[in-house]
């Protein structure tokens, strides 16, 4: 026993983790309530000792890599153990005292696991343990050992899970075998204390039939099974300890606690980050690289009205870091005063970039990213109880995502409101309804902050009024811009201080041979050899078949050096576009790709302009034939931008457009300066200068120019959502917007008030609106009220112009809707708005209807469509007979998307109807968006709840278009068909095996896959996760809470008692 106390007093190293108490591990499975009060008291008297020292003990610093921490490095051997030796001596006391095996077993347990929970200074050897145990057991029964020794306090965090399963193994006496799946060296050891538990009755009954041998046989193995568990462990990772993960959540919540503190107070000690924790710095260095913000940022960020939450409206060059300061104030509300935010962005595709950049931070920030763009999106949102929400919108889906807030009183959770390219609220039926949006924010909501920015404002005094802002602007950009103009072959520097506004630069002395100066007569050629391939060069056309002939022809006319130019990845590149094309690569983009040229417009599918930015962007393609779409869409910037001619189509350029296209000019960080290179004729010389050296252009209200979509849309939502029922408080309204400041320069004939009084009682006579039947119209106090039409059209966003249309169509669908195939359901959800677009190939209309099944026919029968009408179009005969021109142009859009989804394949599709790839799928993009809104429009009129479940099927197959198998994988933001099916055929099936991925593993695994995409996919799938995984939590915490207006419930308690009652029921 010497030998044995030796071994006790061998020092352990201490606090190597941070683990809760190995009391609550090891505990007997008894209740409290049941147990002899002398014993209870010691039990609490030894947890109070563990508290203690678990509050004063000084931590370590966090480790890096705590999972590869040396878990033995104290231990000298596993059979000289200490920890054995006292495992060896209870087995030994065991076989000695039979008459108390039972009691010796659980609670020579329990002691055993309460002397590593004890931390004493002093430690007791072990004879004077042994002698405290015999005189314990003479007393009273159980052996115990003195608690003292630091044993267990010491043991790898992984050796608590060998204290679980002894602890389930106590509570197990029935004999039931240990669970499945614990593990081998777990389930062994479960299964060994689970075979002495249950002997042990045995021994009480036939004390005098077992032999000292067979009880040694019997028991000697749980040495071997602690080695064996000990061994396992060590070489297993144990995140769920990690105790340099649990000190990082620490730090992090203490920061945003301080970070909130101050921000709240009027303290100018801005904390770590600008009030943000200190993570957050860290975050943007390691994820984006920026580890210090421009002077103008900081300024900005540290503005009066900044500080005091005021209205902010800022305006900056492209690629001046707006983006950056709007980011940081959206943090600051999330994190620091646990708001929700909502960013309206113009594009869906930068919508799905800006979650693709975020969602990183939202993982490890601990709040949400939600996409609301095309069909996705919930209304209202998911109510959350303690994370937050960044809503990232389109400008139609923001709106959309505002009315459900309020309508259901939540816009007060709404903290901030981010407004990019502000400037679109003076652009047709999109700034109308960005305008409604900001509109009833200011009017709902006086705690909502509105922040807008743009990079090409002009009449921002009127915007101040409207949206009661703070206006700071700068003129600087991180790399230098040079415009200039190319008239024949001089190139002249534009220069505001001239007296023509330009300066002669220098002449091209590129060497033309008589063909190329045939080919090329703008000296693109030349133009673009002196930037690539070294750097990179934009080229703007005005047309998407301009774009197209220009690539062709820079490519004949380079040199064959080009091809050598990283011509493996230029390969890859071809290679991947054939897999997501199912095999097929457009012609031409396999003929430009090997000279590191493409064209880019919105004639390519979403998947091929993906794989083209990337490849741009990484430096393969160093030049992109593109039109003026590209400027206002995803970032990327070019170190020579050439516009081909002044004209977007066939109108004369803006200065607006003028300035977002040059702006792509000069990479930050990359490029000492940008050029700006703009090609024009003569004629149009003065139109040019006139235009460069002009002010930009002003935005003005759409709001009533835009009738069905603005005014009367306006109304109606306004009534629907009992903003303002009353004309009086309607006129008000209309006085506090955009429109209504502007309206001494927009109205000429009809005052405001004549106006508003029109469009209700244009909306009163469609039958969206009812009056009061005893007011007169032109009253103040005159109140409307809501239809059902009405509240289907408001509810379901469906422009007033179609909303009779839709109807009608969905009222004679009814009387014989066509469920054998999903044309009659197609048909009803084609968008409208896209009909007067297209005009049918008759040729191809005539093939495709005689190929119709006979269900197929009926459906056209049902519309009024025949065969015979169809081939007298094609065949160019003469036609009497009278037929809707939109209903036949409606049903060859329907064939489209029919065949779309029966085939899956935009590139067969799109060889069967002659039509662009990338005209289809923005055609199935907008169906998908339309039959989510027709959906909604269903669910409010109960004689249409026959389509609700059919659309909701619908909805889904329009908004994926692939096989069912690569639809959870679509839903993670970023990835398309494309790359769905490579994560899918590479064994990554479901949002799960994407959360959990190793990025290095991706890059390696799936082709064209950069590192930055890699991570960004894994941040989208774990943020979609835990959405899914917060929602049905928080869903099953509301269905257990006591409701707060049950009968007999009353006082300041309930609330209380209604939370500890969902508490229990959930554990």
Not at 28 to 50: F, I, K
Not at 709 to 732: R, V
Not at 822 to 842: C, F, G, I, K, N
């Amino acid at each position: 026993m010497e030998d044995s106390g030796s071994r006790i007093r061998r020092r352990v190293s201490v606090r190597k983790r941070n683990r809760r108490s190995l009391e609550s591990l090891c505990a007997a499975s008894t209740p409290a309530e049941l147990q002899p009060a002398e014993h209870r008291a010691d039990l609490e008297d030894e947890a109070a000792v563990g508290s203690r020292r678990r509050k004063t003990g000084s931590p370590e610093p966090a480790q890096e890599n705590d999972s590869e921490v040396d878990m033995f490095s104290d231990y000298d051997s596993f059979t000289e153990n200490s920890f054995l030796a006292q495992v060896d001596d209870l087995e030994q006391k065991c076989m000695q005292l039979p008459e108390h095996s039972k009691q010796v077993t659980d609670f020579a347990t329990k002691d055993l696991c309460s002397e590593g929970i004890e931390n004493k200074p002093s430690a007791t050897t072990a004879s004077e343990s042994n002698e405290h145990g015999h005189s314990q057991s003479d007393a009273d029964g159980p052996v115990g050992l003195e608690p003292g020794n630091d044993l267990l306090f010491d043991v790898p965090s992984s050796q608590i899970l060998y204290f679980e399963s002894m602890q389930n193994s106590s509570n197990d006496l029935g004999g039931q075998p240990a669970k499945e799946g614990v593990g081998n060296s777990r389930r062994s050891l479960n299964e060994g204390l689970a075979c002495s538990h249950i002997e042990q009755p045995q021994q009480n009954k036939e004390v005098s039939k077992v032999s000292a041998s067979s009880e040694t046989s019997r028991r000697k193995s749980i040495k071997d099974h602690l080695k064996n568990a000990m061994t396992g462990n060590a070489k297993a990772q144990t995140p769920v300890f990690s105790r340099s993960k649990q000190l990082k959540e620490t730090l992090l919540c203490e920061e945003i606690s301080v970070a909130k503190e101050a921000i709240e107070s009027s303290s100018d000690d801005l904390g770590p980050f600008y009030s943000l924790p200190s993570k957050v710095r860290d975050l943007y260095a390691q994820l984006k690289g920026i580890k210090k913000l421009y002077d103008w940022q900081h300024t900005c960020l540290t503005l009066s009205s900044v500080q005091k939450r005021k209205n902010l409206i800022y305006s900056l060059p492209t690629s001046g870091g707006k983006t950056l300061v709007a980011e940081i104030l959206m943090l600051q509300e999330l994190l620091c005063r646990q708001k929700d935010v909502l960013l309206i962005l113009p594009y869906v595709a930068i919508v799905q970039e800006k979650i693709s950049s975020l969602s990183s931070f939202g993982v490890e920030l601990g709040f949400f990213v939600e996409e609301y763009a095309g069909s996705k999106g919930r209304f209202p949102p998911t109510k959350r109880r303690e994370k937050k929400s960044l809503y990232i919108a389109t400008i139609e889906k923001g709106h959309s995502l505002v009315n459900s807030l309020i309508e259901t009183g939540r816009i007060s959770t709404l903290g901030l409101v981010v407004v990019d390219e502000l400037h679109m609220i003076g652009e047709g039926s999109r700034g109308a309804i960005l305008e409604m949006t900001l509109a009833k924010v200011l009017y709902t909501s006086k705690t909502t902050q509105i922040i807008g920015m743009s990079a090409t404002l002009n009449n921002v005094d009127d915007l101040q009024e409207f949206l009661k802002a703070e206006y700071y602007t700068s003129q600087f950009r991180p790399v230098e811009l040079k415009e200039y103009l190319k008239v024949n072959d001089t190139l002249y520097e534009v220069d505001s201080r001239a007296a023509n506004g330009m300066t002669f630069s220098r002449l091209l002395t590129y060497k033309y041979s008589d063909a190329l100066k045939k080919m090329d007569p703008d000296h693109l050629v030349a133009l673009v050899t002196e930037v690539i391939p070294d750097y990179s060069c934009l080229v703007f056309c005005p047309s998407k078949k301009n774009c197209e002939n220009v690539a062709e022809m820079l490519c004949k006319f380079l040199s064959k050096e080009y091809l050598n130019h990283r011509e493996k990845e230029k390969s890859e590149v071809i290679k991947h576009l054939r897999n997501i094309g199912s095999g097929k690569v457009c012609p031409i983009l396999k003929r430009t790709i090997p000279f590191g040229i493409a064209y880019h417009h919105s004639g390519l599918t979403t998947d091929e302009r993906k794989l083209l930015e990337e490849a741009y962007s990484t430096g393969v393609l160093c030049l992109f034939t593109c039109t003026s779409t590209l400027a206002a869409g995803v970032n990327l910037p070019a170190r020579r931008v050439i516009l081909r001619a002044p004209y977007v189509a066939k109108k004369f350029l803006k200065r607006n457009q003028y300035k977002q296209m040059v702006g792509r000019a000069g990479r930050a960080g990359i490029d000492t300066a940008g050029e700006s290179i703009l090609l024009l004729q003569e004629k149009d010389k003065q139109q040019v200068l006139d235009l460069i050296n002009g002010p930009l252009e002003n935005c003005y209200s759409h709001l009533v120019e835009e009738f069905t979509k603005g005014i009367q849309s306006l109304f109606l939502s306004l009534i629907g959502l009992k903003i303002a029922t009353s004309l009086g408080d309607i006129y008000e309204f209309m006085n506090g917007t955009f429109f209504g400041v502007q309206q001494k320069i927009l109205l000429k004939e009809k005052s405001l008030w004549e106006l508003t009084v029109d469009a209700l009682r244009h909306l009163t006579e469609k039958g969206l609106l009812q009056k009061d039947s005893h007011s007169n119209p032109e009253e103040l106090r005159c109140h409307f009220h809501i239809t059902k039409l009405g509240q289907a059209s408001f509810k379901g966003a469906i422009d007033l112009a179609y909303c009779d249309t839709l109807y009608r169509d969905l009222k004679k669908g009814l009387e014989g809707l066509v469920l054998e195939s999903l044309l009659h359901l197609v048909y009803l959800t084609t968008p409208y708005d896209l009909v007067a677009q297209s005009e049918p190939e008759w040729m191809v209309y005539f093939r495709q209807f005689s190929q119709l099944s006979p269900a197929e026919q009926n459906v056209a029968a049902l519309l009024g469509v025949s065969e015979s009408f169809i081939g007298k179009k094609a065949s160019g005969q003469a036609i009497r007979k009278k037929v809707d021109k939109n209903i036949v142009n409606r049903l060859y859009l329907s064939f489209v998307l029919y065949s779309l989804l029966k085939e899956t394949s935009v590139w067969s599709v799109s060889e069967k109807f002659n039509m662009p790839r990338g005209h289809i799928q923005n055609l199935l993009t907008g169906a998908a968006s339309f039959s989510s809104c027709v959906l909604h429009f269903c669910e409010e009129l109960e004689e249409f709840w026959v389509y609700r479940a059919l659309l909701v099927e619908l909805t889904k197959k329009l908004t994926y278009c692939v096989k069912a198998e690569l639809i959870p994988l679509m839903e993670v933001t970023g990835v398309l068909e494309g790359r769905a099916k490579q994560l899918y055929n590479a064994g990554y099936k479901s949002v799960m095996h994407l959360a959990n991925a190793n990025p290095e593993v991706l890059v390696r695994t799936i082709d064209h896959l950069s590192r930055r995409q890699a991570k960004q996919i894994v941040s989208s799938a774990k943020m979609l996760l835990h959405e899914k995984a917060e929602a049905l939590q928080e869903e099953a915490e509301e269905l257990l809470r006591l409701p707060p207006d049950l009968p007999g419930l009353r006082g300041p308690s309930t609330e209380k008692a209604a939370s500890q009652a969902g508490d229990a029921a959930l554990h």
